[in-house]
């Protein structure tokens, strides 16, 4: 890519609203259908163009590439849902192959039969990684062989294509964009097949700017090649102030960066003074402020029932991905549950507190909520207790979940368990530069205060964080 000018961002340091500066000055030289903003995720593409559309009196069909990198190639090839690898597909290939296969994957591999495919998609995207990732774990290269060898065989029979496809399909038949102006951000997260997509589709391209942070790349597991990154060609921009993390916050995120050993030394300044670290030896010793937000993050999603079941303890509502503590349907059915045993209630509301009563219930008049509705025995206590203090049910400032599921995110606390499974324990000596990223991610996610909460396990963060109080 010609005219190159890459942009490091650390955290906190208003990448976002700096590439809406620059393409603020594009835009008075070159009409929006000439400019392409691209992304790692829907999210990160999304929150581009919603701040465009805020910021320039622009119609949205007028950014016709502001889109993920699959999505322009999915456009650009001219597919439809239709067209792709569907949940049905995966049920039909896994009955097929006598195996289980639900086409999703996270590093824990729950369902083990997906680390075949997870290896063909990651051999597609980069072979690199792969070639470590699979000397390193021993892998049966004949059964992935055969699962390769019959994916392909299923793709081709019912003339299927899977995101993968997308890029090697739009490279195939060397689509160029008629654009003038490129912007790619989130850049640390590209897998090396998407950077060559990017490399011919920008390439008509006469400037082209690369935003990201090295220290944030935390998907080299899925492929992201953080060497073409870093080996970019081009003016070097860094943005040189934090206007999340405070004094103490970023001299602690610091150290941890200190010992990643292919990086980019970025230097940059705090938002203000303060900021603070504590440690603790269990959740069960930390008290929450219902006027703050915090971050409950831990490593593994293995763990992140020991948060639950602690703000459940101290009736707390909290989310968890997409899903909240309380759930709608269940108050809905509690607060309504006499008025249904009484036949006082619209049929459709009826039929919403019916869906909820215990399969084998037949006669309720004499029963209470807790005793006819379908809600598991911890959950009861949890609802109960909720009702008995007359805790109000308001939108939750309190978010569990893993370290990857908060990049890009900020909370005014951040609680980080230090307990990791035994695979990432070992990745912290094979993959070391991998590991630190993703605990470096967590800790720069806090405004006010990091909360380090020790291992209750065998394998932990510990031996790094040791390093890093020295």
């Keep these: 890519m010609q005219n190159t000018e890459i942009i490091f961002g650390a955290p906190g340091c208003g990448k976002t609203t700096h590439l809406l500066n620059i393409l603020e000055k594009e835009l008075q030289t070159h009409s929006p259908d000439k400019i392409a903003f691209v992304s790692f995720t829907k999210q990160g593409a999304y929150e581009g163009l919603t701040r465009a559309l805020e910021k320039f009196n622009i119609e949205e069909d007028q950014f016709k590439y502001f889109r993920t990198i699959h999505s322009i190639c999915f456009k650009e090839l001219r597919k439809t849902k239709y067209d792709m690898v569907s949940r049905q597909d995966y049920l039909k290939f896994s009955k097929a192959m006598n195996m289980k296969f639900i086409g999703y994957y996270t590093e824990e591999f729950y369902h083990n039969d997906d680390m075949y495919l997870y290896m063909y998609f990651l051999k597609q995207n980069n072979y690199a990684m792969y070639k470590q990732i699979r000397d390193s774990a021993q892998q049966n290269i004949t059964k992935l062989k055969h699962v390769a060898l019959n994916y392909n065989r299923y793709k081709s029979q019912y003339k299927k294509s899977d995101f993968t496809d997308l890029l090697s399909q739009a490279i195939k038949k060397k689509i160029i964009l008629d654009i003038e102006v490129a912007i790619i951000d989130e850049a640390q997260d590209l897998t090396t097949l998407q950077w060559e997509v990017c490399e011919m589709l920008f390439a008509g391209a006469n400037k082209v700017y690369v935003a990201g942070d090295?220290?944030?790349?935390?998907?080299?597991?899925?492929?992201?090649?953080?060497?073409?990154?870093?080996?970019?060609e081009g003016h070097r921009t860094i943005l040189d102030k934090s206007w999340r993390l405070k004094t103490n916050l970023l001299t602690f995120a610091k150290?941890?960066?200190?010992?990643?050993?292919?990086?980019?030394?970025?230097?940059?300044?705090?938002?203000?003074?303060?900021?603070?670290?504590?440690?603790?030896?269990?959740?069960?010793?930390?008290?929450?402020?219902?006027?703050?937000?915090?971050?409950?993050?831990a490593r593994n999603n293995y763990y992140l029932k020991r948060y639950t079941t602690e703000l459940k303890k101290q009736l707390k509502i909290f989310k968890t991905k997409n899903k909240y503590s309380v759930d709608p349907d269940v108050m809905f059915a509690i607060n309504n549950f006499k008025r249904y045993k009484e036949n006082h209630l619209l049929d459709k509301?009826?039929?919403?507190?019916?869906?909820?009563?215990?399969?084998?219930?037949?006669?309720?008049?004499?029963?209470?909520?807790?005793?006819?509705?379908?809600?598991?025995?911890?959950?009861?206590?949890?609802?109960?207790?909720?009702?008995?203090?007359?805790?109000?049910?308001?939108?939750?400032?309190?978010?569990?979940?893993?370290?990857?599921?908060?990049?890009?995110?900020?909370?005014?606390?951040?609680?980080?368990?230090?307990?990791?499974?035994?695979v990432i324990y070992q990745k912290l000596y094979t993959l070391s530069d991998s590991e630190l990223r993703v605990l470096y991610v967590a800790c720069t996610r806090a405004k006010n205060s990091l909360h380090i909460i020790y291992a209750e396990t065998k394998h932990s963060y510990a031996e790094v964080f040791k390093e890093i109080l020295k």
């Design 214 to 232: 090295d220290d944030q790349a935390i998907y080299e597991w899925t492929g992201a090649d953080i060497n073409y990154f870093l080996n970019l």
């Design 255 to 297: 150290k941890i960066s200190s010992l990643i050993e292919n990086r980019v030394d970025k230097d940059f300044r705090a938002v203000e003074e303060g900021g603070t670290i504590k440690h603790y030896n269990t959740i069960k010793n930390f008290k929450f402020n219902d006027d703050e937000t915090y971050y409950c993050l």
């Design 349 to 422: 509301d009826a039929i919403k507190v019916k869906k909820m009563l215990k399969k084998d219930i037949i006669e309720i008049s004499k029963l209470e909520w807790y005793e006819a509705l379908s809600i598991s025995e911890e959950n009861i206590l949890y609802y109960r207790q909720l009702i008995q203090n007359n805790i109000e049910i308001v939108e939750p400032k309190i978010f569990v979940s893993t370290i990857h599921g908060v990049k890009g995110g900020e909370a005014d606390n951040v609680l980080l368990l230090l307990d990791i499974t035994k």
